[in-house]
């Protein structure tokens, strides 16, 4: 079964630091790009970040650079996003996902296919 | 950045009813557009991925049509289970925006 479960989700006092990992299985983690998109309380989605499938090319919002990193461990098969500098405008469910990049009939398509669930970070004091 | 707005932002509908939501970019993404379905509390699922391609699993009644700037999402015969808010995507470039929304109530 395809799974992708996001842990370390908290309580978080402005300023500090978190890190959230995403488990994946199911699938084979180091073929795909993946995604941190991101919900605050009430409100729409906003992507975060992306990585290639080595790590080799990263984006990231532009509220976010310098502040977030994202990261993977194939071997893991785990996705990671560092948080630094949190403010009370990073609370949100963040969704870990599976973005998909492919070419078909030399036509390409670019699309999230897979989420998990969220977890929760709050920013307050 | 790209943006995208959606329209409208709130539709109230019957069950059977043919619903059009809108999706328009500020400017040109060629087809680089999805739909997804967010239910309360649930992640979202995608519906349609390159403006009209569904993706596997999700029923007919769905449909995306557009090109450039304009793109829309149909649904042919609202179900009860298609009460639920709605997002356009677009990956023409970074950074990766999303619409702001259309919320798909019962009337």
């Known amino acids: 079964e395809v799974q992708l479960v996001e842990s370390g989700g908290n309580l978080v006092q402005p300023g500090g630091s978190l890190r959230l990992s995403c488990a994946v299985s199911?699938?084979?983690?180091?073929?795909?790009?993946m995604s941190w998109v991101r919900q605050a309380p009430g409100k729409g989605l906003e992507w975060v970040a992306n990585i290639k499938e080595d790590g080799s090319e990263k984006y990231y919002v532009d509220s976010v650079k310098g502040r977030f990193s994202i990261s993977r461990d194939n071997a893991k098969d785990s996705l990671y996003l560092q948080m630094n500098s949190l403010t009370a405008e990073d609370t949100a469910v963040y969704y870990c996902?599976?973005?998909?990049?492919?070419?078909?009939?030399?036509?390409?398509?670019?699309?999230?296919?897979?989420w998990g669930r969220g977890t929760l970070v709050t920013v307050s004091s | 950045d790209i943006q995208l707005t959606q329209s409208p932002s709130f539709l109230s509908a019957s069950v059977g009813e043919r619903v059009t939501i809108t999706c328009r970019a500020s400017q040109g993404i060629s087809s680089y557009l999805a739909w997804y379905q967010q239910k309360p509390g649930k992640a979202p699922e995608l519906l349609i991925y390159g403006t009209s391609t569904l993706q596997s699993g999700v029923p007919s009644r769905f449909s995306g049509s557009g090109s450039g700037t304009e793109f829309t999402l149909t649904i042919s015969s609202l179900q009860p289970e298609d009460f639920a808010t709605y997002y356009c995507q677009q990956f023409k470039s970074y950074p990766l925006t999303f619409g702001g929304g259309t919320k798909v109530e019962i009337k």
């Open positions: 996902a599976r973005y998909i990049r492919r070419r078909d009939s030399s036509k390409d398509y670019y699309y999230v296919d897979l």
């Open positions: 199911g699938f084979t983690f180091s073929s795909y790009w």
